[in-house]
């Protein structure tokens, strides 16, 4: 069965301070790999997503994350945050022989301090 | 932009009663999916839809949960006697097929009291 881990629940950042949110997943193949950003009241957007090829994946917003397959982690970073980057980021694990379904992590709340 | 849209934005309902939840997803998607938050939990799947029929679904996914394409554009998503513990936000999302990411609504927030 596939299961994500956000080990931080709460990261608090200053703004123009780098961000690296962690992500580790539990899957048997190679799995697909997403970030999505939920501001307060919002929906689910989209940061990125890894599927196959460079493990280095560039997003909106200037997010990245990086694919470790030995590690089985997709962190995700921004160089320099920006107050509104402040929301709750989720990792999510899919695989294409389970129909997409996506699996999700528990979150990580992003606070940035002036 | 194309987008998944979801109506309402938020339903109150008395336990018992049934609620639909609507979703129209974007247009030359193929497959479609619920899922839902309970407030301060993760994101959990609930089912997933393709070629009219469901693929996929969870356990939370009791007879009490349906899902239904009417017509070529809304996806629904029926509770039909809501508990107090359906109260969450639930997502409806769409995918071009099963290796492209998917898109989420805005989500309904389902308040049952």
């Known amino acids: 069965a596939q299961s994500v881990t956000q080990p931080d629940i709460h990261i608090t950042v200053s703004e123009g301070a780098s961000l690296e949110l962690r992500c580790n997943y539990s899957?048997?193949?190679?799995?697909?790999l997403f970030w999505y950003v939920q501001s307060p009241g919002q929906g689910l957007q989209l940061l990125l997503k890894?599927?196959?090829?460079?493990?280095l994946v560039q997003g909106i917003k200037g997010f990245e994350a990086e694919f470790k397959r030995s590690q089985s982690s997709f962190n995700l970073r921004k160089p320099s945050v920006h107050w509104s980057d402040a929301a709750e980021y989720f990792c999510a694990v899919g695989a294409k022989a389970a129909g997409n379904k996506l699996t999700f992590g528990g979150g990580t709340r992003v606070l940035v301090k002036p | 932009e194309p987008e998944v849209t979801q109506t309402p934005s938020h339903q109150v309902t008395q336990m018992g009663q049934e609620v639909i939840l609507r979703c129209v997803p974007i247009s030359n998607h193929l497959y479609f999916y619920w899922y839902r938050q309970i407030l301060g939990q993760k994101v959990e799947f609930l089912v997933s839809?393709?070629?009219?029929?469901?693929?996929?679904k969870s356990e939370i996914f009791d007879d009490q949960f349906s899902v239904e394409r009417p017509d070529g554009s809304n996806f629904t998503l029926k509770i039909r006697s809501t508990k107090l513990e359906d109260s969450a936000m639930y997502f409806c999302?769409?995918?071009?097929?099963?290796?492209?990411?998917?898109?989420f609504g805005q989500g309904t927030r389902l308040t049952v009291v």
């Open positions: 899957y048997g193949a190679t799995p697909y």
């Open positions: 999302a769409s995918s071009r097929n099963t290796q492209g990411e998917a898109f």
């Open positions: 890894y599927f196959s090829g460079d493990t």
């Open positions: 839809f393709y070629n009219n029929e469901i693929s996929e």
